[in-house]
């Protein structure tokens, strides 16, 4: 397809991008019709989509298809992580839609009787079973607002969100593998609940481990069932389109992660689109999406997207290299996966042991593949066209975030494919109005890098009442403010001459550590309340596998000496305090963090140092130091850095 006739055709869904969506719209089945397609909401900038309008997100991933020929299609098939003696995955299980419905039915009533209600929060904290997804969808079926909270993070981060939402309940597990290691969940989850609110505990029996149990406030799941008729209805509560379906932390570049607030209609709107034009998703697909659900990928294309597409969707428990590197192709070739969406840093990773490993396994029914979650490199790119597609299978980096609830950018094989280039986003979906700006908000020219911000409210951005959970001002603020009225997303692009646009990485101080995303401030708190520790900065570093790595600078309180046991302690302490995710590849001890006279700390001078590598073009404006400035604390630095070893 012809780049002109796709853009042609673009341009007329963003001029028209209210009608277009209200088209988009019709796909779904609704229990009443909206009144209004979109409309502003109580504070700046949280835009209500399908005003009036009231539907049920578990009623369109499962009632619906329960009640098609779809009843007895396999919704997901599960794989655990242990395997025997041949290799052979130990636990595999199959849930068609049928059996999902009543599965989800059950769970529904279960939380009724543990006394939520509509507009009351949960919290979720599962590892990659299908209790996780069954959960979320018992939880959306009686309105209850619900946030995931991943798996690696720690009793810390996990209190802070809890506590954040107000959630009452907590659903966890006893304990799950890990690269064959066996993780005690439940323990992580007692010590989090400490500092809450929590009331009840709920607990899935995965791994057999044993966990200690509070009498009246923890409960077994198995336990919970035992009572519920196999065959219970909960019928799903008719929601507003606007009802919060889910809360989502996220890192930001200050302050406590953000609860990005998703809505039922606007986001169920985008994910049933996207699932056409980004994965072309056929009844007779299998789909295989490799993230893991606590990250805002598995919510929208684990759970909710392909679900309301009425997908066969692979689930995997664990890492890609336990047993063996194998492992993803096994699961290609087991289930007969068409669709594949995974990630640079694992492509990178398996890269590393060259095409046989995959070439050992039939790949033959994989039609398409899309990246996500940080820029993909072109000889990544091209291994993932070449050894792994076979030159047959369209490759894309689909571009979105936590906030944008979808996938904004991408190729679209569904729709209308344009010509692939290795290492692009593409062009923007229809109904999206992306644009690569300057500082004031004009279009970049081509080949200019620019910031990504998107010009039109979309379905499925951070929805009401207030776009980050009881924070309206703060999400004007991180959003709206910095290119005045047009969202920002924080991140850096490019378009070249024929419109793609190539998102470079991020413009703030957020960094994407093997996809995941990670706030230096968050980190740099962690540090600091280290008894040892005076003052902490923290910058990204490149990595060859993970994108980028944390580096740590940091200044000792007096007493306190610097080296490798210093060093492996405060790793140590990241990895317990926050999640193993964040661990530094590096700590560097320094005996000041350079400044600038206002105070603010030059990270460009860090960066430098930490890579090795030069302080870069100082006419791009990103500190506010002068140049003079600049230089001079980088020569001092590294001084020291290379005394210190
Ligand atoms: C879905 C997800 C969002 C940030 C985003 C950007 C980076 C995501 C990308 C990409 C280049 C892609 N990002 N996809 N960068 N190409 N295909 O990852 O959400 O965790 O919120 O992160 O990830 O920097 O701003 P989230």
């Known amino acids: 397809m012809d780049i002109e006739a796709y853009k042609r055709f673009w341009r007329t869904t963003v001029e028209d991008y209210i009608g277009f969506w209200e088209k988009e719209a019709r796909n779904l089945e609704w229990f009443r019709p909206w009144d209004h397609v979109v409309e502003k909401g109580e504070h700046p900038f949280v835009f209500k989509w399908f005003v009036g309008g009231q539907l049920n997100m578990s009623y369109l991933c499962l009632d619906r298809h329960a009640k098609s020929w779809r009843k007895n299609k396999v919704a997901y098939i599960w794989e655990g992580e242990p395997v025997d003696g041949d290799g052979k995955p130990l636990s595999i299980r199959k849930y068609t839609y049928y059996e999902l419905y009543r599965e989800v039915n059950r769970l529904a009533h279960v939380f009724l009787s543990l006394g939520l209600r509509k507009g009351d929060r949960a919290a979720i904290y599962l590892p990659m079973i299908p209790e996780l997804p069954m959960t979320m969808l018992a939880l959306a079926r009686i309105g209850v607002i619900f ?9 810390e981060n996990l209190a802070i969100r809890v506590n954040d939402l107000g959630a009452k309940i907590l659903v966890t597990a006893d304990g799950f593998y890990r690269r064959g290691r066996l993780i005690n969940l439940k323990e992580v989850a007692d010590k989090a609940v400490e500092s809450t609110d929590v009331e009840k505990i709920v607990v899935v029996k995965r791994a057999g481990n044993e966990v200690a149990m509070k009498e009246g406030r923890d409960f077994w799941l198995h336990d919970l069932l035992r009572t519920v008729p196999e065959n219970l209805v909960v019928e799903p509560e008719s929601l507003d389109s606007t009802h919060p379906l889910y809360v989502l932390y996220t890192s930001g570049t200050t302050g406590k992660p953000k609860g990005i607030i998703h809505d039922t209609g606007g986001y169920a709107v985008l994910l049933n689109s996207t699932m056409k034009w980004v994965f072309d998703i056929r009844d007779e697909d299998v789909y295989f999406c490799t993230a893991d659900i606590g990250w805002v990928t598995g919510h929208s294309y684990i759970v909710f997207g392909p679900l309301m597409a009425g997908a066969t969707i692979v689930m995997y428990e664990g890492t890609p290299d336990y047993p063996t590197v194998e492992r993803w192709w096994q699961i290609i070739e087991r289930y007969g996966v068409n669709v594949f969406y995974t990630t640079p840093t694992a492509v990178r990773m398996l890269m590393r042991f060259g095409n046989e490993p995959v070439k050992k396994h039939d790949r033959s029914t994989l039609r398409i593949i899309h990246s996500v979650g940080e820029p993909i490199n072109p000889a990544a790119w091209r291994w993932l066209f070449e050894v792994v597609g076979e030159r047959r299978c369209p490759v894309g980096s689909t571009w979105w975030m936590t906030e944008t609830g979808g996938i904004l950018i991408s190729h679209l094989p569904g729709l209308m494919l344009t010509p692939l280039k290795p290492g692009t986003n593409g062009l923007p979906i229809p109904g999206i109005d992306a644009e690569v ?6 279009a970049a020219a081509p080949g200019q890098r620019g910031y990504l911000v998107i010009r039109k409210p979309w ?16 999400y004007r603020q991180v959003y709206w403010e910095k290119v005045n009225g047009v969202f920002f997303t924080g991140d850096y692009a490019v378009k070249d001459f024929d419109g793609y646009i190539w998102v470079a990485g991020r413009a703030d101080e957020v960094l994407k550590v093997a996809g995941h995303r990670i706030g230096t401030y968050e980190l740099e708190s962690v540090l600091v309340s280290h008894a040892a520790v005076a003052e902490a900065a923290v910058v990204g570093v490149p990595d060859e596998i993970k994108g980028e790595t944390p580096v740590a600078f940091v200044v000792l309180k007096s007493g306190y000496q610097g080296g490798g046991e210093m060093a492996q302690q405060l790793m140590k302490y990241v990895r317990e305090t926050y999640g193993a995710i964040a661990t530094p590849s590096g700590i560097l001890f320094v005996s000041k963090l350079p400044k600038t006279r206002s105070g603010k700390i030059m990270r460009r001078v860090l960066r430098a140092v930490a890579s090795g590598g030069s302080l870069g073009d100082l006419t791009t404006l990103e500190d506010e130091a002068a140049v003079d400035e600049v230089k001079e604390s980088y020569e001092q630095l590294l001084k020291e850095v290379r005394r210190g070893g």
């Open 437 to 442: 700006v300057d500082e004031k908000g004009n």
């Open 147 to 155: 946030t995931v909270v991943f798996s690696g993070f720690s009793a």
């Open 459 to 474: 379905p499925g951005m951070p929805g009401p009442p207030t776009g980050m959970w009881k924070e309206p001002e703060r």
